[in-house]
Each structure stands twice: as C-alpha cells, then as structure tokens.
C-alpha cells in the first residue's frame, strides 16, 4: 500500500490539535465523545494530551459495514451516548466523508441538552461532502481515495496499522464486486 501520511506526521498533527482545543477550553470541563471504532486511536492518542478536566464518551455509528468502501445506511447504537446535558461536547471521528454520518450526531448530540457541540476530525476528504458540516479541528485535507490505517478499516483490518495509506485499487475493486 502507498502512505499517504506517516505515524510521525500523524503524531505531529495530533499534538497541534490538542494544544489547540486545550487553549480553546481553558480549562473548561469537556466531554469528548468518540465515533467507533474508527476514532479510537486518534481519541487515545489526543486525550492524553490534553490538560483538561475530561470525561470519554463512545457512540456506535456507522455507514460502512463489512467489505465495502462505499457508505450505505447509517447505523446509530444510542445505548453508549453519555449525558452530556450542561457539558461542552467535542464530538470526535476519524473522517469526514459525506457528511451523512456526522451531521445527524451532532443534532442528536444537541438535542441531548450540552453547552455546546463541537467537531473534530482526523481526516477531511475533498469533494465527497453531500452535507453542509464544517468541523472545528481537522488534521489533514485528503484525496478522495479509500484509505486505511490509524483505527480506519477496509473489512475491520488494517486499524492497526500506525500510518495511514491508501487501499490498492485491487482491494477496492474486489470490494465493489462483493458489493452487488
């Protein structure tokens, strides 16, 4: 596979962000609530960063399901959603693709009464947005290419890996064909 950013880039982004919403929250008590399982690693990796008093959320939710790279249904697992209501929300994912998974979890988000609902993001991918949703924090502009690595998967494998890369056309195409 072709990396596309390194574990040491990835590793310089994540402190920038961090400084960047500590000094934004003065340390104001904060929830981050995390999309799984893709935002697992960046969420550990930047909460321990972070100075603040914190309290760590998950959310199911999902538009990709086993084997393939293009986004279907969104699923929500509302049992794991914190209260949030009189707290500061970071609400954080790996990617912003279409928008169609993380603009129905910020109104959800802010129905449930919070201070405030912001939007962090490792990655943002250009082009490929179908709804209006501009994230607070990002890491990195991307291609629109399929990629994984850094807690992204193709068919839950490759989160591991500690740099992020772009699936081989191989991979993709075997993947539309599972698809049909």
Do not use: C, W
């Not at 400084?19 to 003065?26: K, P, S, V």
């Amino acid at each position: 596979m072709d990396v596309l950013l390194s574990a040491e880039r990835i590793q310089a982004r994540v402190g920038e962000l961090a400084r960047q919403i500590a000094e934004d929250y003065h340390g104001q008590p904060l929830t981050i609530v995390g999309v799984l399982t893709g935002s697992l690693i960046f969420l550990a990796d930047l909460v321990r960063r972070l100075d603040l008093p914190l309290r760590i959320g998950l959310l199911q939710a999902s538009s990709y399901r086993g084997a393939v790279t293009a986004p279907g249904e969104l699923r929500v697992g509302p049992d794991l959603v914190p209260d949030v209501r009189g707290r500061h929300v970071l609400l954080l994912d790996d990617i912003l693709d279409t928008g169609q998974t993380l603009a129905p979890l910020v109104r959800h988000l802010r129905d449930l009464g919070p201070l405030s609902v912001r939007v962090a993001v490792l990655l943002r991918k250009v082009g490929r947005q179908t709804v209006v949703l501009e994230p607070d924090y990002f890491g990195f502009d991307i291609p629109n290419a399929f990629v994984v690595g850094y807690g992204l998967d193709y068919n839950d494998e490759y989160r591991n890996l500690p740099y992020l890369a772009v699936l081989p056309t191989a991979g993709a195409a075997e993947a539309a064909r599972d698809t049909r």
